[in-house]
């Protein structure tokens, strides 16, 4: 079993989520920031990939006061389980989601990962190791589901992304298409990796709706399965 999992991201209007220099960028305005506050308020679980937190260092906390009283009333921590998926442990002690805000924390990582490193990493999250050369992420979301995770939202970046698409472990994918180009051949994309060769081996979507937000657009499609 595996939890039902969300991918959300900010891309510009040419499929970049950042710069080709991968530093952080602002692609969607307030109102959208406030629909990914609730969806992340929402959500057991949220996952990142390694390359995310080294360029970003993200908290990944649910930032609307309203939103974490709502959670309080729940019954649940005030933030989901943060995950990070980093096959070595490359994840710096003092990054920003192991210290800031309340709850618990997991850190995904491989057989081949440093011992010393998981016990320093493991003061502040617990450390699962999953697959040998790269976090085995269909063991991951076993795990997370054994946690009782059952909805989790996945924010990047690209390499992340497309391995879960890959592995056909995504159930939903929701998208802010921003009012602008970033270009750049090697800036990150909502799905990099290796990609598809062959047509049907495409991931086929469902279109649920196009919203108008601002001055871009949220895209929600269904995985088709
Ligand atoms: P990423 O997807 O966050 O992390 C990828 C890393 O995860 C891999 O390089 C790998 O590093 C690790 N990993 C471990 N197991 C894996 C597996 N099974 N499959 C895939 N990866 C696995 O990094 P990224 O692609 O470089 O993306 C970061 C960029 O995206 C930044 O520029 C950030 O600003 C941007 N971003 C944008 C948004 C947005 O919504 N606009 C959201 C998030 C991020 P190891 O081999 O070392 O484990």
Aim: hydrophobic share 40%; proline share 3%; with cysteine.
């Amino acid at each position: 079993m595996r939890p039902h999992v969300l991918v959300n991201v900010a891309m510009s209007a040419d499929g970049k989520l950042s710069t080709r220099e991968r530093c952080q960028v602002r692609i969607s305005g307030r109102e959208d920031f406030s629909r990914v506050d609730q969806l992340k308020s929402e959500s057991d679980g949220i996952m990142v990939g390694i390359g995310t937190v080294l360029a970003d260092d993200p908290s990944l906390t649910v930032k609307s006061p309203a939103l974490k009283e709502g959670r309080n009333d729940r019954g649940v921590e005030e933030n989901p389980v943060r995950i990070v998926v980093d096959s070595t442990l490359r994840c710096p002690v003092d990054a920003s989601v192991l210290h800031k805000g309340e709850g618990r924390r997991v850190i995904a990582c491989t057989a081949r990962a440093d011992p010393g490193k998981a016990a320093l990493l493991g003061a502040y999250a617990t450390v699962i190791r999953a697959g040998d050369d790269r976090v085995d992420l269909k063991e991951i979301l076993a795990s997370l589901y054994d946690m009782g995770i059952r909805r989790l939202m996945v924010e990047g970046g690209g390499t992340l992304i497309w391995a879960l698409f890959e592995a056909d472990l995504v159930d939903e994918l929701t998208c802010f298409v921003g009012n602008m180009i970033i270009g750049g051949g090697t800036a990150p994309t909502l799905a990099d990796g290796t990609g598809f060769i062959r047509e049907d081996a495409f991931i086929r979507l469902d279109l649920e709706s196009a919203v108008r937000i601002g001055e871009g657009v949220l895209l929600t499609w269904r995985i088709r399965r």
